[in-house]
């Protein structure tokens, strides 16, 4: 059983979305939350599985929640979905940096809210990484985004070995972990353990994460700055 925390400070929607989970087989709504304060000790008393997180709230905001939700730890940390109107939007920006597993607009049909909790409480990613690209594009700061120059490695990368370097590259690239396996000849499952691990390493908790991280380092250029090149390490 899926467990879900849905937070939004309108009655109407938190109500009916909490309805529609309820109804889902499979999920549980284990408690609601109409600001990011309550949001924030709701998840740390009830831990659920998923976080339901409208991104603007009274008080502090859905991504402030989101951080601290993140930032608390324990075991499992709880998958925040950001529910939001814009899909294009600095707030959701800076929800998916700070590790939150994708995002989904306030007018999606009730199977795909219903799909999108199950597939994020698995561990993957909701959102396709092109939207993830569309969203640093637009918001990124080009400073914080240095061109990585062949040879070099950003010193937030140095953890990482050659090959985990590669797939974080590739997973910037938009590319599936099956995709990614076919252009490095490996299988689908090792592409997935470096993946694992790499995120372990930089102290990722999103494949979106994942895909910001690479802009920042400079290992992917954002559109109008050139082709995307492997990096050499």
């Given amino acids: 059983m899926v467990t879900v925390l849905v937070v939004d400070d309108q009655v109407l929607i938190r ?4 309805a529609l ?13 109409a600001t990011g304060e309550e ?3 709701l998840a740390a008393e009830l831990r659920p ?16 929640a989101t951080e601290r939700i993140l930032a608390a730890g324990g075991s499992p940390v709880p998958k925040v979905l950001i529910l939001t109107t814009f899909d294009v939007d600095e707030y959701v920006y ?3 940096r700070l590790g939150a597993s994708g995002f989904l ?31 640093v594009e637009a918001f990124g700061a080009p400073a914080a985004r240095p061109r990585t120059e062949p040879g070099t490695r950003p010193e937030p990368l ?29 299988s689908e499952a090792t592409v997935k353990t470096h993946l694992n691990r790499l995120m372990s390493k930089l102290h990722l908790t999103s494949r979106a994460q994942a ?10 250029e954002p559109a109008g700055r050139g082709t995307p090149q492997p990096r050499k390490n």
Wanted: charged fraction near 20%; hydrophobic fraction near 50%.
């Fill in 105 to 135: 607009l306030k007018d999606t049909p009730p199977e795909r809210l219903i799909s999108a909790v199950h597939t994020v409480a698995g561990g993957d990613v909701l959102l396709a990484p092109n939207a993830v690209r569309r969203l």
């Fill in 158 to 186: 140095a953890p990482l070995t050659g090959r985990e370097v590669e797939v974080l590259h590739l997973v910037g690239q938009a590319m599936s972990n099956r995709q990614i396996a076919e252009v490095l000849s490996l």
């Fill in 49 to 64: 599985d998923v976080v339901l997180m409208d991104i603007r709230l009274p008080g502090i905001s859905g991504i402030t």
């Fill in 39 to 41: 949001a924030v000790d």
């Fill in 211 to 220: 895909v910001v991280l690479a802009y920042d380092c400079g290992l992917i």
């Fill in 21 to 33: 989970i309820r109804a889902a087989p499979g999920l549980e709504v284990v408690g609601e939350a």
């Fill in 15 to 18: 109500a009916g979305l909490a």
């Fill in 94 to 96: 800076n929800a998916l």
